[in-house]
């Protein structure tokens, strides 16, 4: 079955800075990835999604990436906040099949 | 729309007894997922109800099971309980089931004593 790989597990960055989370997949048939953030004690949200058929998509500062050939796809924040200090999941799946997540990266991001 | 709902949201229970918890999708959606969440392992996944019917399942032992009614609730039932069930049992709900959208509910903090 489907196995994704997330790295780092801790990240810390200055405020400003930019932050970049990477996840590898084993399934080549896997075709949605989305990005899922938790901040503590709430529930996980989705902040952006990509699907196969697309290398790259934004979402202001949001980012993310897709290597196919690879099997990577990575999410870039740029300009980081305090705000954006979080658990974030990333996780890929198969149509018709589950969801698997990473086991996640908890970002903190310094003032 | 109300969001996806959960209860009971906290449970202290002690090994060998049985637990029972729900999850309330939003409004029109029919499929629901359930997540174990753990420091350090993540979000893993046990099962996906859409229509009634268990589409997918992960890689839990039999005590772990769910059901899903015709309103598209859904339980999910621990029997014989182990210090290890202590977890966030997150559960999910989406429109359909394969690419769609996942939301969330605020999970249920279950403690096994």
């Known amino acids: 079955g489907e196995n994704v790989e997330q790295h780092p597990s801790t990240l810390s960055v200055q405020e400003g800075d930019s932050a970049v989370i990477k996840c590898t997949y084993s399934?080549?048939?896997?075709?949605?990835f989305p990005w899922y953030k938790q901040e503590l004690g709430k529930r996980p949200q989705l902040i952006i999604d990509?699907?196969?058929?697309?290398g790259e998509k934004k979402d202001q500062r949001i980012a993310v990436t897709l290597n196919k050939t690879a099997k990577h796809f990575s999410l870039h924040i740029t300009e980081t906040q305090p705000e954006d200090s979080a658990v974030y999941f990333c996780?890929?799946?198969?149509?018709?099949?589950?969801?698997?997540f990473g086991k996640g990266t908890t970002l903190s991001v310094s003032s | 729309k109300a969001g996806v709902t959960q209860t009971p949201r906290y449970l202290i229970k002690t090994r060998g007894q049985q637990v029972t918890l729900s999850c309330s999708p939003i409004?029109?959606?029919?499929?629901v997922s359930w997540y174990q969440q753990t420091p350090g392992q993540g979000l893993q996944f046990l099962f996906e109800?859409?229509?009634?019917?268990?589409?997918n399942k992960g890689n839990f032992p039999g005590r772990f099971s769910g059901r899903q009614f015709s309103n598209s609730r859904s339980e999910m039932n621990v029997s014989t309980l182990e210090l290890g069930d202590s977890a966030l049992y997150l559960c999910?709900?989406?429109f359909g089931w394969g690419k769609e959208t996942q939301y969330f509910g605020p999970g249920t903090r279950l403690l096994v004593l």
């Open positions: 999910a709900s989406s």
């Open positions: 399934d080549s048939a896997s075709n949605y």
């Open positions: 990509i699907r196969s058929n697309v």
């Open positions: 996780a890929a799946s198969i149509e018709g099949t589950a969801l698997i």
């Open positions: 409004s029109g959606h029919r499929s």
């Open positions: 109800y859409f229509s009634e019917t268990q589409r």
